[in-house]
Antibody, heavy 119, light 106 residues
Framework: EVQLVESGGGLVQPGGSLRLSCAAS????????MHWVRQAPGKGLVWVSR????????SYADSVKGRFTISRDNAKNTLYLQMNSLRAEDTAVYYC????????????WGQGTMVTVSS | SYELTQPPSVSVSPGQTASITCSGD??????ACWYQQKPGQSPVLVIY???KRPSGIPERFSGSNSGNTATLTISGTQAMDEADYYC?????????FGGGTKLTVL
């Protein structure tokens, strides 16, 4: 079964750091571009970041640029999001998502992990 | 930055046709896709490349994209189709989502 499972969310104080992980299974992880998308409580989906298949190219939304770092370990079939200098407005469910090579859309999503930034 | 605009809500009677629009500058020059999200669940891709349906998505879901507007159409809407729907396109290396439309079936 093709699956993405996020972990690492939790409660963190403003200015703190957190690292999210996304474990992939059921497909050749190293062949796909991967993304992080977040959703604040009661709000819409917002694209956060993406990384290409071999990890050599990344891109970020302006709202997280300089604070978040996306990375991957293809040997471990795992995607990461290192989040530093966290703000209250970063509070959201964070989803990892695969972009299907043929569909050029987010065809597989994880279940999401909740990040709460609060003192 | 690129923006996509959706109506906040759309209502439809069971069995009727629901249309949800997504507007963006020259959106027709890009591929649009659509996601369905039910409460407490992750989004599900229902339309990609403007009008294609992934495996397992019912035929009542269809899409179009021209000019500045992409449209998701649900024919013969069922109660199970009640959900939030998001359009999405690609711009400058990143994804862009519309604000979402809550579809109510009543």
């Amino acid at each position: 079964e093709v699956q993405l499972v996020e972990s690492g969310g939790g409660l963190v104080q403003p200015g703190g750091s957190l690292r999210l992980s996304c474990a992939a299974s059921g497909f050749t992880f190293s062949s796909y571009w991967m993304h992080w998308v977040r959703q604040a409580p009661g709000k819409g989906l917002v694209w956060v970041s993406r990384i290409n298949s071999d990890g050599s190219s990344t891109s970020y939304a302006d709202s997280v640029k300089g604070r978040f770092t996306i990375s991957r370990d293809n040997a471990k079939n795992t995607l990461y999001l290192q989040m530093n200098s966290l703000r209250a407005e970063d509070t959201a469910v964070y989803y990892c998502a695969r972009v299907g090579a043929m569909v050029h859309a987010f065809d597989i999503w994880g279940q999401g992990t909740m990040v709460t930034v609060s003192s | 930055s690129y923006e996509l605009t959706q109506p906040p809500s759309v209502s439809v009677s069971p069995g009727q046709t629901a249309s949800i629009t997504c507007s963006g500058d020259k959106l027709g020059d890009k591929y649009a896709c659509w996601y369905q999200q039910k409460p407490g669940q992750s989004p599900v891709l229902v339309i990609y490349q403007d009008s294609k349906r992934p495996s397992g998505i019912p035929e009542r879901f269809s899409g179009s994209n021209s000019g500045n507007t992409a449209t998701l159409t649900i024919s013969g809407t069922q109660a199970m189709d009640e959900a939030d729907y998001y359009c999405q396109a690609w711009d400058s290396g990143g994804g862009v989502f519309g604000g979402g439309t809550k579809l109510t079936v009543l």
